[in-house]
């Protein structure tokens, strides 16, 4: 083992040691969990965007099936859990709503413009990506803006929330959504073309390492693994310091809101998962240190699209009550109603998005890896 690996790794040691030391025990354990989610995402290749494009694209289905078999294995836990446990854990349940659906049809377009959902956008930022720095930088803003009329996309009307294990019952509910993510599975298989359907093992260790720090996730934090609020909340601090009077807008005047406002980002479950991802996809850069991250070199035109998309990402996923995590990711795998509508809105607006990119995105020549573009 080299020495810039063994930086690294004590890197990520300290750092955890210092959060922990600063903000307590269960912040560093978070930070862990999202370098865990980082490593793993990153350094074995599971992500959400790009299976998604592939199914479509190449009808290869192996990314596909690696997700359902992590939410299944997350399910398998986080319902029961969610049952002895309801006093002091909570699921990622929402409303099926107009403004859900709407967000997470538009939250799957924008998506494939700039290669990344909104932890594919937080990997690719810590991995050097220039076009996902950008998109993360409005998705912040755009996740900001999104909680400032939040209330007016609910009031276009909604379901109550309804989630399986409370329509079913905790058994009937987890068979439910192991059944669904069946068919869902055999509707992917049919798709894929033979040899890329079967996840490889390398995707199947993954599915089930992110299934593991999912639940430590649950356990830990008390919720689901989640993107979008930490996102959100980076941004209303901004617009705290720049003077703006974010304590006074209906959201982030909700007494919890308003107590992590007033609070450090390291007392923020869904912010340390968050800084964890993106060092995580860092270090997976550096082990990697034959690998160089890719220079974009797209039109000017190009990256105002990029900033566009992540502005919409940030917002749509804030209406849509999460990303492909929040939204598609926990809220199946913990029971939500809503979790299946975000799949379904998600992934038709993905298909959309996916030959949109094409017409938007003009380089003005073929990507070069850093060293070479140096």
Not at 200 to 220: E, K, P, Q, T
Request: charged share 10%; with cysteine; aromatic share 8%.
């Amino acid at each position: 083992m080299n020495s810039t690996r063994v930086s690294l790794i004590l890197f990520a040691l300290v750092l955890a040691l210092g959060i922990a030391a600063y903000a307590g025990p269960r912040s560093g354990l978070l930070v862990l969990i999202g370098l865990g989610f980082g490593l793993t995402m990153e350094g074995l290749g599971l992500g959400f965007s790009g299976p998604w494009r592939l199914l479509v694209t190449e009808r290869d289905g192996r990314g596909c099936m690696a997700q359902l078999v992590a939410i299944g294995l997350t399910a398998l836990l986080a319902i029961p859990l969610l049952a002895v446990g309801a006093s002091e854990l909570i699921g990622a349940h929402a409303p099926v709503g107009i403004g859900m659906v709407l967000g997470a049809f538009v939250f799957g377009l924008c998506m494939q413009l700039v290669l990344g959902c909104g932890s594919g956008t937080l990997l690719n930022a810590g991995s050097g990506n220039l076009v996902s720095a950008v998109a993360l930088v409005t998705f912040m803003l755009g996740s900001f803006f999104g909680t400032l009329n939040l209330g007016w996309w609910a009031r276009l009307g909604s379901l109550p929330v309804l989630t399986l294990q409370g329509l079913f019952g905790t058994v009937g509910g987890l068979l439910l959504t192991l059944l669904l993510l069946l068919g869902v599975g055999l509707l992917v298989w049919q798709r894929a073309v033979p040899g890329k359907r079967r996840p490889s093992d390398r995707l199947l260790i993954a599915a089930g390492l992110v299934a593991g720090f999912a639940i430590l996730n649950l356990l830990i934090a008390g919720q689901p693994w989640g993107i979008v609020y930490g996102l959100g909340l980076w941004g209303a601090k901004l617009f705290q310091v720049l003077g703006l009077d974010v304590a006074a807008t209906a959201f982030w005047s909700a007494p919890a809101n308003a107590e992590r406002l007033a609070q450090s980002v390291l007392l923020d479950v869904t912010s340390l998962t968050n800084i964890g991802l993106v060092i995580g996809a860092f270090i997976v850069l550096r082990w990697r240190a034959a690998v160089a991250p890719q220079v974009a070199a797209l039109q000017p035109v190009s990256w105002l699209v990029v900033a566009a998309a992540g502005l919409v990402l940030g917002y749509s996923s804030r209406i849509a009550f999460g990303c492909n995590v929040g939204g598609f990711f926990s809220g199946i795998s913990t029971g939500s109603l809503h979790g299946w509508a975000w799949l379904l809105a998600g992934f038709a607006g993905s298909t959309i998005g996916i030959r949109l990119r094409e017409r938007v995105l003009v380089p003005l020549r073929p990507p070069v890896a850093a060293a070479e573009a140096a």
